[in-house]
């Protein structure tokens, strides 16, 4: 097209100002509000100019679209104002995949924020006495109960801060600021998300002391590196990987023997901290909050969003005395959690309590059998499948994630995708522009999906989504 038609062709556009006074526009107005519409108006006519001026217009497809303008206002409206925030179906297999918000939470949690959140509560207001009260007592009294069941663990308190780099972070300040902490080698690891011991450590104000070497680490160099300067013994949970061949690492025993002898107090950063013996849910080498409590290590950090499965937090369960003096340091004002946090920790511990894990949506897809899931996958196949679209359901493995045991896999079933003319990153970004956006994993060419973790009910959608990826 020539430059001077083009120009005619802007001519044909309405203003922004002519544009919003229209009728139909000045109703969305009613509904939306005027800028808003305003700025729908000006990215809708700023579109249409863009595509005259590449060309992609001529007069009778220009004619078409002002005559759709309204259409295209309320469209460009709906989307801007979609909230960012919004649910993905999460068919990687990963339970607690931190970038898809790690756990999802109990309907006993939502009911829990659902009756507190939206009007007043007793959050720091003791009722009976009439005078204000402390925001930790709502889980304080369900934890005593879940962590002080024998008389291993007589004194445990715990308070809740906003994560478990909040934890590690309070914990430290308060027990070692200025001091020395003694860290193996071994353990100095990175969190994804860039949560680094040692950085941790130089923002508390307290020094790292490493000790042993990468692969082995004794008792004796920790006692070896004892000095006046020294203010805590700190054992960091290898969450999201393993050293394995020539290693050597101290057991919680050996060193809770050291800390006593030598008067130092023992932290331990589980990280994960499951309530429950995973050992029961088919799952090796995640020791939880008890068994570190009981082996008589004096502080413990752990996440509320991790194998817990309820809300972002991070949870110090220790010694009485210790944490008194955690919950006086002014950095626990500064990161402490909100009604919300407590509401929904507190629906999730009562399921604890009353030892009803599978209301624990992380805990229930643990449990889950790979016959379980594979009978859903081949109803899934069965519906979905198409002369383009050809499913397989395979043997696979689904991991817990959220740096919980990195090398318990559980075995599940998966659907693996082959299109004629697709390729599998085409499929998976088809699956991920679905409404909601389904996530899968990619792995050797394929695309594969793990309803593990699809709540059954999402199951249907899947069909859906998998009929539409082919045509
Ligand atoms: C996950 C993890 C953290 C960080 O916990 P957040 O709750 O994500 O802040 C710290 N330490 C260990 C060992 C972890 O596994």
Known sequence: MKKAARSELFRELPSVDELVHLPDAAALSVSYGTPAVTDAARAVLERLRQEIASGLLDEAALKLAVGGLTRAIEEQLRQALQPSLRPVINATGVILHTNLGRAPLSEAALERIGGTAAVYSNLEFDVEAGERGKRDVHVERLLRR???????????????????????????????????????RGELVEIGGSFRIPDVMAKSGATLREVGTTNRTRVADYEKAICERTRLLLRVHRSNFEITGFTEQPSAAELVELA????IPLME???????????????????SV???????????????????????????????ALVARMRSNSLFRALRVDKLTYA???????????????????????????????????????????????????????????GAAPSSVLPTRLLALSCVDRSADELARRLRAFDPPIVARVEDGRVLLDLRTVFEEQDGMVATALKGIAS
């Open 146 to 184: 879940l962590l002080s069941d024998d008389n291993a663990t007589p004194d445990v308190q715990t308070i809740v801060v906003n994560n478990n780099a909040a934890a590690v972070l309070l914990a430290l300040n308060t027990l070692a600021e200025g001091g020395e902490v003694i860290v193996s």
């Open 269 to 287: 950063d589980l990280g994960s901290g499951a309530l429950v013996d995973l050992l029961n849910f088919g799952i090796s080498g995640e020791p």
């Open 344 to 402: 929904a920790l507190e629906g999730t511990l009562l399921a604890y309590v009353r030892r009803d894990h599978d209301a624990i949506p992380a805990l229930r897809m643990m449990r889950l059998t790979k016959d379980d899931i594979g009978k859903r996958a081949a109803k899934v196949a069965a519906q979905a499948e198409s002369a383009r679209l050809k499913i397989a359901v395979i043997d696979g493995e689904s991991v817990i994630g959220g």
């Open 260 to 263: 006593r002898r030598r008067g």
């Open 290 to 320: 008890l068994d570190s409590l009981r082996a008589g290590v004096d502080v413990v950090t752990y996440s509320g969003d991790k194998l817990l499965g309820g809300p972002q937090a991070g949870l110090i369960s220790g010694r009485a």
